[in-house]
T-cell receptor, first 110, second 113 residues
Framework: QKEVEQNSGPLSVPEGAIASLNCTYS??????FFWYRQYSGKSPELIMF????GDKEDGRFTAQLNKASQYVSLLIRDSQPSDSATYLC??????????FGTGTSLTVIP | KAGVTQTPRYLIKTRGQQVTLSCSPI?????VSWYQQTPGQGLQFLFE???????NKGNFPGRFSGRQFSNSRSEMNVSTLELGDSALYLC????????????FGQGTRLTVV
């Protein structure tokens, strides 16, 4: 079993719609959770992090964490074509070691 | 504020050679970690350094090694290169010693022929 699992997609949504990205993790001791966006040929860039159960909003992005279910999600509201990228879920079990999912490819259709 | 700087950006090496990659973290960040990214395996953790000490190591063979200097700059070395080592190598820097966000450099694209 992989430490972090994501649906690889591809996920396609029309412009203006809500994109929902999901992630599950196996290490119950994990304390911090991150979402990164990676454009083709570029390095990952941090979108959001979340430490506590519940929702955390930042602009058009909302991260949701449910530690009991070992589940993290990212909602992107009013999706734009520029949001088209691969979204990586990362879990930090110890120190600054991160386990990454294989990513979900998102395409926003104009 | 400068970001994470990795050099070189691109490398082509022959099987059996060795290679050294360099990473300069964001000023003030003391933690540096390294990742290998391939299309099939995604981002895989290699090792992490904090204050010149290797704290965590991923599941890679001993051919992969690294070190961190007193100015927090880090190097990773891969000896006896194999074709399968072709990948994007990413360095990430963190501000604190744990539970903090990682900021990535642009990566070094290594091709082994």
């Amino acid at each position: 079993q992989k430490e972090v699992e994501q649906n690889s997609g591809p996920l396609s949504v029309p412009e203006g719609a809500i994109a929902s990205l999901n992630c599950t993790y196996s290490d119950r001791g994990s304390q911090s959770f991150f979402w990164y966006r990676q454009y083709s040929g570029k390095s990952p860039e941090l979108i959001m992090f979340i430490y506590s159960n519940g929702d955390k909003e930042d602009g058009r992005f909302t991260a949701q964490l449910n530690k009991a279910s070992q589940y993290v999600s990212l909602l992107i509201r009013d999706s734009q074509p520029s949001d088209s990228a691969t979204y990586l879920c990362a879990v930090n079990p110890t120190g600054n070691q991160f386990y990454f999912g294989t990513g979900t490819s998102l395409t926003v259709i104009p | 504020k400068a970001g994470v700087t990795q050099t070189p950006r691109y490398l082509i090496k022959t099987r059996g050679q060795q290679v050294t990659l360099s990473c300069s973290p964001i000023s003030g960040h003391r933690s540096v970690s390294w990742y290998q990214q391939t299309p099939g395996q995604g981002l895989q953790f290699l090792f992490e350094y904090f204050s010149e000490t290797q704290r965590n190591k991923g599941n890679f063979p001993g051919r992969f090694s690294g070190r961190q200097f007193s100015n927090s700059r880090s190097e990773m070395n891969v000896s006896t290169l194999e074709l399968g080592d072709s990948a994007l190598y990413l360095c990430a820097s963190c501000r604190q010693d744990m539970n903090t966000e990682a900021f990535f450099g642009q990566g070094t694209r290594l091709t082994v022929v």
